[in-house]
């Protein structure tokens, strides 16, 4: 169990991710904030099972804010091994 994990990513644009309360693989509160580098067409997504209770997602041209009620915990070891497999790809593709 955990109180409070806090996790910066950098992937086409900053994510800055927070979750409260961790006990197993779920979590009490999760927030995610960022800002991308690309803009996009605004909308908001409001979703309640499938791993959460309650789950709000909302992007505004650059901005982004997610935050999930009792829900799954985002897995940071997953995000580590995509990151490590882009990179990999971008060096095979380099030589």
């Not at 006990?23 to 791993?51: C, H, M």
Request: with cysteine; hydrophobic share 35%.
């Amino acid at each position: 169990m955990s109180l409070i994990k806090f996790k910066y990513r950098e992937d086409f644009g900053h994510e800055y991710y927070v979750q409260i309360l961790n006990i197993k693989r779920r979590s009490l509160l999760q927030v995610s904030v960022s800002w991308n580098d690309e803009p996009s067409w605004p909308y908001i997504q409001i979703t309640s099972g499938s791993g959460t209770a309650l789950g709000i997602l909302f992007w505004g041209y650059k901005f982004g804010f997610d935050i999930d009620f009792i829900s799954r915990t985002w897995n940071w070891d997953y995000m580590k091994e995509v990151d490590e497999k882009q990179i990999d790809y971008v060096e095979i593709d380099e030589c």
